[in-house]
């Protein structure tokens, strides 16, 4: 069994430190992070530039492999000539911060691993519910129990997969009921920030993260609120199938 392993808060994060930990013992362990922290990138690639890797060699970070981009270059990279050997499972996490809802089209936690299911390899994302860190230990105790449960099924299920799971912050994360969930829905993002910089320039910052707006039973936000560890199964299809009939009538001119 051979486990990549990635992030998008950067490669010294605690969250990947005790992600790598936990799985000590399931199998051969290749991780590959980002040089720095990397949140809200999305599937970004880097195309204008080449890409350096290094190799770290802090206490928890020994052995890292160090790419100065994105999650989805980690992994593309890893996975296209820097491995030797294809992974049988992509995992990525654990994020600082809940990645549900509208959040997985901007995650690079959920974007490292969905690169892993676009190259056919099954991958998990996992997140903290609330950022900070807190019970991490637990969290990571929490992902080892899904990913030990996932790997005896790798063969029989056929097709690459892609879950995104959300540990709450909490001591006990790894006797909290588990449930698989549909993803809910934000409000939109609060209002852009406006200031003046020294230069007199008037500069933005992009607002937060939007409440949750589609909350209800069986979505991965109530889940968290009611203290679960939230399981969605991801697919990567966009198209809107239901409208497809009517695009048709109005735009198309050929069947
Ligand atoms: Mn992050």
């Keep these: 069994m051979r486990i990549l392993i990635a992030n998008d808060d950067g490669y010294l994060a605690p969250g990947l430190a005790a992600l790598v930990q936990a799985c000590q013992g399931l199998g ?105 860190w807190q019970h991490l230990d637990a969290a990571a105790r929490t992902a080892r129990e899904v990913i030990e449960r996932v790997l005896p099924t790798l063969q029989q299920r056929g097709g690459p997969w892609l879950l995104n799971v959300n540990i709450p912050n909490r001591a006990d994360a790894l006797q909290l009921p588990r449930v698989v969930t549909r993803l809910g829905r934000r409000h939109a993002s609060e209002p852009v920030i406006r200031q003046v910089n020294p230069r007199g320039e008037t500069i933005y910052w992009i607002g937060p993260a939007g409440s949750a707006r589609e909350a209800g039973e069986g979505t991965d936000f109530y889940a968290a609120s009611q203290g679960r560890v939230s399981i969605t199964p991801l697919q990567v299809d966009l198209t809107d199938h239901a409208a497809l009939s009517d ?5 198309a001119t050929a069947a």
């Design 28 to 132: 051969d362990i290749d991780v590959v992070a980002p040089e720095s922290n990397a949140s809200g990138t999305s599937n970004a690639l880097t195309l204008n530039r080449p890409l350096n890797v290094f190799i770290a060699d802090g206490e928890a970070q020994r052995g890292f492999r160090v790419v100065n981009g994105t999650p989805s270059d980690c992994v593309h990279v890893a996975l296209t000539g820097l491995l030797e050997q294809r992974p049988d499972l992509v995992v990525s996490g654990i994020n600082n911060g809940a990645n549900m809802g509208d959040d997985t089209l901007y995650s690079g936690t959920v974007a490292a691993a969905m690169e892993g299911y676009l190259f056919g390899v099954p991958a998990i994302a996992f997140s903290q519910v609330d950022k900070g």
């Design 247 to 251: 695009w048709r009538h109005l735009l």
